[in-house]
């Protein structure tokens, strides 16, 4: 993939959208992580995250879809972790916007530096509610995640989320 220039939001005019968690854990003071999501390298990835941080689209189920409530339900200490499970809370589920998984819109930027926000899936083009943060550089993840937005503030509650104690790597 070409490197692509993220402190540059492609337009002039462009001002990219920010979406904030609320999070805590056991033992832990609560934080909160800003994410710039780069919705003018790939929308709809963006617009996906957006709306299930503002829990305004109704679900299939007839819920209406959230992070709010949900965990980090994956942790690899000096890794990475993942959370975005809507649906089973466990890691098996999760919905999109779009009512289905959805494709891999861009793998055009590479995961070269930690607080990156990344789509987890089960392989291609199956996108859905689940994410990931990154807390190093991954670079055996490029061209096959797609990476739609970075963490702007609050860095220190994902470093502090990915060291909490974990059994394999449930928290």
Wanted: with cysteine; aromatic share 8%.
């Amino acid at each position: 993939a070409m490197p692509v220039d993220l402190d540059e939001p492609q337009g002039p005019t462009h001002r990219r959208p920010r979406v904030f968690f609320d999070v805590s854990h056991a033992g832990g003071a609560p934080g909160r992580i800003v994410f710039e999501l780069f919705d003018d390298i790939v929308p709809k990835t963006a617009e996906n995250f957006r709306r299930i941080c503002i829990g305004d689209h109704v679900g299939k189920s007839g819920k209406k879809l959230h992070y709010k409530g949900t965990y980090f339900h994956r942790v690899v200490a000096d890794f990475m972790i993942q959370g975005g499970d809507i649906t089973k809370h466990n890691g098996t589920g999760g919905e999109s916007i779009y009512d289905r998984d959805f494709e891999d819109e861009s793998l055009t930027i590479n995961h070269t530096t930690r607080g990156l926000l990344s789509m987890a899936n089960c392989g291609r083009n199956t996108n859905n509610s689940q994410f990931f943060i990154t807390v190093k550089p991954t670079p055996w993840l490029d061209n096959k995640h797609v990476v739609f937005g970075r963490v702007i503030e609050g860095m220190d509650s994902v470093l502090a989320l990915n060291r909490v104690k974990v059994n394999g790597d449930k928290p």
